[in-house]
């Protein structure tokens, strides 16, 4: 199986800027996602990342202000997250999964991951 462990979390004031990591141990996988979840709502799709292609896919309320990257050497992909603002505020989940279809459908769809993280709160003050 696949160990994910995130960091990077914390409070920051709207407009600022924070990195999240996810270093993953174990099987080999093919995406890696984010997904977030703010209390009372459901989890929602923030950004993914083939592993072998480099491919990226974005939730359109972050295009322009998150990118997904990722370290092949620390088998790490990182969430660097701009602009940030108070609406942001949630916690934070990186998984992974296996089956590599490319369709943004797909890596979108939380029950398409397979492992996940324990998650990393993100807090906006305005």
């Known amino acids: 199986q696949v160990q994910l462990v995130e960091s990077g979390g914390g409070l920051v004031q709207a407009g600022a800027s924070l990195r999240l990591s996810c270093t993953a141990s174990?099987?080999?996988?093919?995406?890696m996602g984010w997904f977030r979840q703010a209390p009372g709502k459901e989890r929602e799709f923030v950004a993914a990342l083939r592993w072998s292609v480099g491919n990226t896919y974005y939730a359109d309320f972050v295009k322009g202000r998150f990118t997904i990257s990722k370290d092949n050497a620390k088998n790490t992909v990182y969430l660097q997250m701009n602009s940030l603002k108070p609406e942001d505020t949630a916690a934070y989940y990186c998984a992974s999964n296996g089956r590599g279809w490319p369709a943004y459908s797909f890596v979108s769809g939380a029950k398409n991951y397979d492992y996940w993280g324990q998650g990393t709160q993100v807090t906006v003050s305005s």
């Open positions: 174990g099987r080999t996988f093919d995406t």
